[in-house]
């Protein structure tokens, strides 16, 4: 069996998408976008969903995938290309690394440019709690960590097992929305909390009940500089 067919045998999952051809390049500028936010992938162009090899004009999809990265993707999205023969057929692999310039957000039909990740095989939409972990871990400053008796609880819901929608948060811990969104990312990038979308938006449960008792300890000094996370 042939490196390509290998590949497509795979099906699409986590680092893989498949498409018949790119008739809009906005559509296809979702699924760079979502490899490049997350742990990169590839794009297989000329290869039905269910796997079947139906073959692609590869110059004219590289012009397509080209505007994608570039003029509806912000900032652009670095790719590779390589033309593969399969069955007597043209299918063309689009490689998206993992990128050092996150959070990328793509075009949509209404020009709102939206950020998305990839998850198994799906491509979701980022929420602004995600957006701000991305922006924090491409740069050095972070919101200030202040604790307090209602982050304490909520400190402890965590402790107790719960699995928290954003709302929830919140309102356990009594913060504006912004604030909220400030908390989780900075719990979120020391490694303390853990996020999933989920059938009612993204939840957020603890990760580490270790480093949470650090930082009910030690203090935030401890992970302020801290960018590494663990979303792969």
């Known amino acids: ?31 760079l976008v979502a490899f490049a936010n997350t742990s990169g992938g590839r ?19 590289y012009h397509m995938v080209e505007a994608a990265a570039e003029l509806h993707s912000r900032p652009s999205v670095a ?44 491509n979701i939409k980022a929420n602004p709690v995600l957006v701000k972990v991305w922006q924090y871990e491409m740069r050095k400053e972070r919101s200030e960590f202040r604790y307090d008796q209602y982050v304490g609880k909520l400190f402890a819901a965590w402790r107790n097992g719960r699995v928290l929608q954003f709302r929830h948060v919140a309102r356990i ?16 990038v ?22 949470l008792e650090k930082l009910e300890t030690q203090g935030p000094e401890t992970f302020r500089w801290q960018t590494e996370r663990h979303w792969d």
């Not at 497509?8 to 500028?29: C, L, N, P, T, Y």
């Not at 299918?91 to 039909?109: G, I, K, N, T, Y």
């Not at 913060?175 to 979120?188: M, Y």
């Not at 909390?193 to 480093?211: H, I, M, N, W």
């Open 43 to 61: 794009l297989l162009i000329g290869v039905r969903d269910n796997g079947a090899v139906c073959g692609c004009k590869a110059e004219e999809e």
């Open 190 to 211: 020391w490694g303390i909390v853990r996020t999933e979308p989920g059938p009612k938006g993204f939840t957020y449960t603890l990760s580490d009940p270790d480093a």
């Open 1 to 31: 069996m042939s490196y390509v067919l290998q590949m497509i045998a795979e099906g699409e999952h986590q680092h893989q998408d498949f498409k018949m051809r790119v008739d809009d390049a906005r559509k296809i500028a979702r699924s």
């Open 79 to 122: 790719f590779e290309v390589q033309v593969w023969k399969a069955e007597g057929r043209t299918v063309l692999e689009v490689q998206v690394p993992r990128s050092p310039a996150r959070p990328h957000f793509c075009e949509d039909a209404q020009g709102k440019w939206l950020a998305y990740l990839r998850m198994d095989d799906k």
């Open 173 to 188: 811990a009594r913060l504006p929305f912004t604030e909220a969104e400030d908390l989780l990312c900075l719990l979120i």
